[in-house]
């Protein structure tokens, strides 16, 4: 073999080198163009593609725009007006900041710039040539702000064109990647042709109202119609967006939308929070669908760690995931069956009217008034069945501190509307499976058994959150033979291990010693849980692996515990347990993510009936 | 081509006996079936799961035509059941199909040929053992409640035998609890201590056969399989191949604290006061006081029971947590009138003994409530 020189790269083979890691294909020459837009001030944003940007990308904006004396710096690697010392690396308030997006892409297409400053006369365009990527300046003509034009992209790599898809396919890549810029930035107008075909075209959103129009367009119609608002700030984080109810999922992570500084954002220590919580409220294999922004100070987020940007690192990673945890766990718990949730009403369901009767503020009075006696009775109630008469006192008995929920045991009487408690008073059970009730807007159709099912759940772990930890220590020890990394985590976090009622020894640098376990697990494999609680530790320094478990075991306690289908229940039963739902957290599905309850509207029903055309 | 017949009494027991090893949910459909074999005079049913083998010996009085085929366990176990107590009943193999007939009852039963049967090998090499049959019983019924129940470490669903010069142990543990019992057995000829681990359904199924009389088992040793034989029946089963745990380190040794009381009594105060402990974990509290005990229970509903109990106690006070079925377990199991606890600390395991017989010891992990 022949000894080969070393020589220094020429500037487009350099070029073409980084090009690969950043440009891979059409969406991701779109995504830095967009990204240069908003840096530069825009708050319009106009993007043509021919032939799903194989053919050209034209992206204009309303922006600054680059001066006369920039242009040729503006192509060169390295060279950026985003990031000029380390400090400012550190705090990063732009997009972008690499000072590369430019010189790859021109080095693997052909690319003209064109750009006028507000302050300048006239405009100049630029482009660059050769093995050594001279630049060309000349004057051209264009309004305020920069177009920058992409033709024929791989046009001098060959094997990237040959990695490219159909057309369809990279067009619907990059219209992926407007919709996230078109999602982060609502006050930026966005407008995207294929072909010369209007794909989509959004106006800048400023109320709440253009904002959920604008995710409607973006996303579908019933994402908005199933979706809470979030809006929460604490400890310097501050989080707000939709996310969707836990019955409107998909089956794969397609509708998840989550940004950080107005950065998209795909990052395992989000993933993470989310799925955590969401469990136990979705229906398995399932994905939920969210749209969610995440602010906090520039200085606690490093993003340079992905050329494309993807990836971020936190600074403070676990009190990030224990914030989105938290928030999000809490609002899909404090969702209740009553139409006054902050959903996004104004665009799929305007008829329905802010029914004054349930008010959150006088339901939840209510909700005080008897909450502690009736769970209490509640609960013991089903263990020994009383005769039926007695059983209708005690019922009786138990509801009579609220006027509004007293009337349930007489039979259904013309209720003035504003003392119909969200899931109204049952009508009847159908087959010894479903409740119908007759609620304001219509008919509410229960599964009982998913119903009870979920409110024997949150009731079991209510008392067990409540007790201390208990363990039991074991008579024979189990020994665990693990990497040294998972040992070295059971040394570290040993506390929070004892914390749940483990006690663990390293007994080599490879293995450990279970002496004690947490009563609820002494009859599971304590040895696969500790494994998988130790790889949670290492990843993001928390786990709630044990906790799940605990859960699982509650869930089948709980799926015993509760009423069959075909076990016929009185009036004032299908009314106790309708009443239970709207104060039990997370009613809205059972412990298996199945839906517990539908509401069929007058409006709907109407309409089946061809009533009132 | 098989055919005999016998009285339903002769029939019923060890085919009731053999069936029970077969396993009711079968890949391979040879072993939902029992094998039959007649011999001149003699009837061999034999049951198996590839892990543990049962046959069973029926002496037949009339003359029959030897030959050997297989019948499915459950649906000719049910028939012989279904007739009348003093029916007799032939069995004829007719080409593929076997007929069952009794009085005026005809039945006609698929077959596989007696080829496809499996038998488990049996080693050569052996070392024979004879155990009275009533103390064999008590050394299982004492110790085998303990056992575990699918773990992980396989070697404990199963019981340790222990066989020494003159003396039989056998051991077992969950891993929460362990019995442990010895008995003196006259005549037991070993040169060496020879321990195996007899898996769970094993000894299930052994302890099946055992009447308690005066007559003995016959214990054939071998390296991988167990073999016992009484005039009836012969079983065999695998050994499990590993390591038992080292039980003598596990007995708790210098506890100071002792406590005896009348078993009954305990007994029914603990399953009282369990009444309101957790369903899942059935945790109890034990307070000693000198002469008194006070177990006391709570359930996540905050319910509580407190029962109190005079016991024979002297010492500072103490409080401790159990599991209280694996008291009421041990307390099941030992036959004298009173018990003794023998406790250190709130931390350490307790030992549990018939007040009259040290041989049986068992010991339970406190549970940190």
């Known amino acids: 073999m022949t000894v080969r020189k ?11 080198i980084a090009a690969g890691e950043v440009v891979e294909r059409p969406a991701s020459v779109v995504k830095e163009l967009v990204e240069n837009c908003l840096d530069a001030g825009a708050t319009r944003i106009d993007i043509d593609i021919e032939q799903g940007g194989t053919k050209l990308i034209r992206v204009r904006d309303n922006g600054r725009g680059i001066g006369k004396d920039d242009l040729p710096l503006a192509l060169a690697r390295h060279a950026t007006s985003k990031v000029y010392s380390l400090d400012e690396l550190e705090a990063l308030t732009s997009l972008g900041f690499r000072g590369e997006a430019l010189a790859s892409v021109a080095s693997v297409s052909r690319l003209t710039l064109t750009s006028k400053p507000a302050d300048q006369d006239t405009a100049w365009q630029v482009n660059a040539q050769g093995r050594d990527m001279a630049v060309d300046l000349t004057p051209a003509a264009h309004i305020d702000g920069t177009t920058v034009e992409v033709r ?100 794969t992570a397609d509708m998840q939308y989550f940004f950080v500084n107005g950065r998209v954002v795909r990052d395992k220590v989000i993933a993470h929070a989310v799925k955590q919580a969401y469990r136990d409220v979705l229906y398995h294999g399932r994905q939920p669908c969210f749209v969610l922004y995440l602010e906090l100070d520039n200085t606690g987020v490093d993003v340079n760690v992905h050329p494309t940007k993807h990836e971020v690192r936190f600074r403070d990673q676990r009190l990030v995931h224990d914030f989105l945890f938290s928030q999000l766990h809490r609002a899909l718990a404090e969702y209740r069956p009553d139409a006054n949730t902050p959903v996004a009403e104004q665009i799929s369901r305007p008829q329905v009217p802010q029914a004054t009767g349930i008010e959150a503020g006088e339901f939840a009075g209510q909700q005080a008034l008897h909450m502690q006696p009736a769970a209490s009775s509640y609960a013991s109630a089903p263990r020994e069945p009383l005769p039926v008469a007695e059983q209708v006192a005690f019922y009786e008995q138990v509801i009579q501190p609220s006027t509004a929920t007293a009337q349930a045991s007489a039979p259904l009487p013309e209720t003035q509307s504003s003392d119909v408690p969200p899931l109204g008073f049952a009508v009847a059970q159908l087959h010894g499976i479903y409740i119908l009730s007759q609620s304001e807007q219509g008919l509410i159709v229960v599964d009982m058994h998913a119903a009870h099912e979920r409110i024997t759940y949150e009731r079991m772990k209510q008392q067990y959150d409540n007790q201390s930890i208990q363990a039991q220590p074991l008579l024979v020890p189990l020994t665990l033979s693990l990497s040294e990394k998972e ?20 007994t080599g640098p490879e293995s450990l010693t279970i002496r004690q376990v947490p009563v609820f697990l002494h009859q599971s494999n304590a040895s696969a849980l500790v494994q998988s609680v130790l790889a949670d530790f290492i990843e993001h320094e928390t786990s709630d692996a044990i906790l799940a478990h605990r859960n699982e075991i509650l869930s089948t306690m709980a799926c015993h515990g509760s009423v069959r289908a075909n076990r016929s229940l009185t009036i004032p039963e299908m009314n106790a347990l309708l009443r239970d739902m709207e104060r039990t957290e997370r009613s809205g599905q059972c412990n298996h993510g199945r839906p517990t309850w539908t509401q069929l509207t007058m409006k709907e029903l109407d309409k089946l009936f061809l009533r009132g055309r | 081509m098989i055919h005999f017949s016998l009285a339903r009494e002769q029939l019923i027991k060890p085919l009731q006996l053999v069936s029970g090893v077969v396993e009711k949910r079968q890949t391979l459909p040879v072993l939902s079936n029992v094998l039959l074999e007649v011999e001149a005079t003699e009837l061999l049913l034999t049951g198996t799961d590839l892990e543990v083998e049962l046959v069973g ?49 005809k039945f006609t039963l698929t077959s596989l040929p007696a080829v496809e049967f499996p038998s488990i090998e049996k080693s050569s090499d052996h070392e024979e053992y004879s155990i009275p049959q009533a103390q064999f019983g008590h050394l299982i019924n004492a110790t085998s409640f303990a056992m575990a129940q699918q773990d992980v470490r396989y070697y404990l669903n199963g019981m340790s035998l222990e066989l020494s010069p003159g003396m039989v142990r056998t051991v077992a543990t969950d ?51 167990l073999r016992a034989t009484t005039s009836d029946f012969s079983f065999t089963t695998k050994l499990v191949d590993g390591k038992f745990p080292d039980y003598e380190r596990v007995i708790p040794r210098g506890g100071d604290k002792e406590v005896v009381g009348d078993r009954q009594t305990l007994k029914s105060i603990f399953s009282r006061a369990a009444i309101l402990s957790n369903e899942k974990y059935r945790g109890v509290r034990l307070i000693l006081s000198s002469g008194n005990l006070i177990v006391k229970a709570n359930n996540p509903e905050q319910e509580e029971a407190e029962v109190t109990v005079e016991v024979d106690y002297e010492g500072p006070e103490l409080e401790v947590g159990f599991n209280v079925n694996y008291l009421l377990d041990v307390l099941n199991v030992i036959s004298g009138e009173q018990v003794k606890f023998i406790l250190s600390d709130a931390n350490s395991s307790a030992l549990i003994t018939d007040f009259d017989d040290d041989a049986t010891a068992f010991v339970v992990m406190p549970m940190r409530l």
Not at chain 1, 6 to 16: C, D, G, T, Y
Not at chain 1, 170 to 191: I, T, Y
Not at chain 1, 489 to 504: D, I, K, R, T, Y
Not at chain 2, 184 to 194: C, I, S, Y
């Open chain 1, 6 to 16: 070393i020589e220094v790269l020429s500037p487009r083979l350099a070029n073409q």
């Open chain 1, 152 to 251: 024929d992209l791989f046009f001098n790599t060959p094997a990237r064109r040959k990695f490219l898809r159909t057309e369809k396919t990279e067009f619907n890549h990059l219209e992926e990647v407007v919709k996230r810029q078109a999602l982060s930035r609502f006050d930026v107008g966005f407008s995207l042709t294929h072909n010369g075909r209007t794909i989509h075209a959004h106006r800048p959103a400023t109320t709440m109202a253009e904002q959920q129009r604008r995710i409607a367009q973006l996303l579908s119609p019933d994402f908005m119609s199933n979706a809470l608002v979030i809006e929460t700030e604490r400890a310097g984080l501050k989080m707000t967006g939709w996310v969707g109810l836990p019955t409107f999922s998909r089956s």
């Open chain 1, 487 to 506: 040992a070295d985590a059971a040394e570290s976090f040993s506390s929070l291990l004892q914390g749940f009622g483990f006690e663990v020894d390293r």
């Open chain 2, 57 to 105: 010996r029926v002496t037949l009085s009339e003359p029959a035509e030897a030959g050997a085929i297989t019948v499915p366990a459950k649906k000719f176990l049910d028939i012989v059941r279904s007739l009348p107590d003093d029916s007799i009943i032939t069995v004829k193999q007719d080409s593929e199909r076997v007929i069952v007939s009794s009085g005026r009852s």
């Open chain 2, 175 to 225: 891993g929460h609890r362990l019995a442990m019992s010895s008995r003196q057995v006259e005549g037991l000829n070993t040169a060496e201590k020879k321990q195996v681990i007899v898996p769970r359904k094993g000894i299930l199924e052994l302890n099946r056969l055992l009447t308690g009389g005066e007559e003995t088992i016959q214990i054939y040793l071998g390296s991988t399989h």
